[in-house]
């Protein structure tokens, strides 16, 4: 907040704590459950040798990396079922702004070259789950004064990148989950695990044919924020907006509260896999909602943020929650970019009138 500034404290020590925390949390529940609701065992039961299941298939033709890829691949299989549906597209919608809003920060002008560990955290999801290391990415963004940026401090992204970076949630993140949810085929899951690596091809090619331009990216940039927003609240509303006008809390519990004690160990695969990612989604974004006492600017504004954060996750989906606040502080950062904006093209209809 506005009001810590400069405190080592809360700008230091504090978050050193916090986050390593969010993270050791999510490694108890995420794993533990896993390994004591058996689940675990039971996911590599069916990785064991290419007749096991339909998921040991040969992904890459290298042994250990199709290993890794069939278990990942029967994890989200095993979530499949219409039931989970209403999950899996909240899930996939939330975790689109916390891919999309690091690099957003790593496009700056002026950024700290340790934001640039955000690719490999990235490509860290799928094995280690979100939760466990999105907090790290967090810590630095705290610590380094990423977060507490002010207007004018080289938050500049330029257009290219603006373009660049909508161009890989497109093609990298949003076709792959897509294809994922819809042609219910292990190829496609297991091409969605590396969506990171797809972006991030996906943006480099796109810089390297685009000609760069000096012109502020901030309006491409807020339409990447508002198409992240509608692709969150339009299914969720549509997949959850009965039960919650309806008040049924039980179906809502059911899939999106994670319990604090792990499934039986007779419970099916699907249990165990619900309550692993249950507690990845949960603890992600609670990480992303704490960083929003760093980002506000006074007490006044991280209340505002909280009552957002937990009203906006119930009518339209935690990405939805999630994008409002990073739009907001787009936003703040680029005023003059947007007042520049707003003056050349007052002038150009000047030119037209005379």
Wanted: aromatic share 14%; glycine share 6%; with cysteine.
């Amino acid at each position: 907040m506005a009001l810590t500034r400069g405190h080592t404290f809360t700008n230091q020590l504090l978050p050193s704590l916090l986050f390593p925390a969010v993270s050791a949390i999510a490694v108890h529940f995420i794993f533990g459950h896993l390994n004591q609701s058996g689940a675990g065992k039971k996911l590599g039961a069916q990785c064991a040798s290419p007749s096991a299941s339909p998921y040991a298939l040969p992904y890459t033709g290298i042994h250990v990396f199709d290993y890794e890829l069939c278990g990942l691949v029967a994890c989200f299989h095993a979530l499949m079922a219409p039931s989970h549906l209403p999950f899996n597209v909240d899930l996939l919608s939330a975790l689109a702004p916390l891919t999309v809003f690091p690099a957003i920060e790593n496009a700056r002008q002026k950024r700290h070259p340790l934001l640039e560990i955000h690719v490999a955290l990235a490509l860290l999801y799928q094995q280690v789950t979100v939760a466990v290391t999105l907090p790290w990415y967090w810590l630095i963004f705290v610590t380094t004064g990423a977060a507490s940026r002010s207007r004018g401090q080289g938050s500049t992204v330029d257009q290219a990148h603006a373009e660049a970076i909508f161009f890989s949630l497109f093609v990298g993140y949003v076709i792959p989950s897509v294809g994922m949810l819809t042609m219910d085929s292990p190829w496609f899951t297991a091409i969605w695990q590396v969506f990171p690596l797809w972006m991030l091809i996906a943006q480099h090619t796109y810089l390297s044919i685009r000609s760069r331009h000096p012109q502020s990216g901030y309006r491409t940039i807020q339409g990447t924020y508002i198409f992240l927003f509608f692709l969150s609240a339009m299914p969720h509303i549509y997949l959850l907006g009965p039960a919650i006008v309806a008040g049924d809390h039980a179906k809502l519990k059911a899939l999106f509260v994670p319990s604090l004690t792990a499934p039986d160990i007779s419970s099916t695969t699907s249990a165990g896999v619900l309550e692993f990612i249950q507690w990845d989604f949960t603890l992600s974004a609670f990480s992303a909602f704490l960083v929003y006492f760093w980002i506000a600017k006074s007490i006044l504004q991280f209340t505002v943020m909280t009552v957002w954060f937990v009203a906006a996750s119930v009518l339209f989906g935690i990405g939805s929650a999630l994008v409002g606040v990073f739009a907001w502080r787009e936003g703040v950062l680029n005023t003059d970019a947007d007042e520049e904006g707003a003056a050349k093209m007052g002038s150009k209809q000047h030119k037209i009138v005379t």
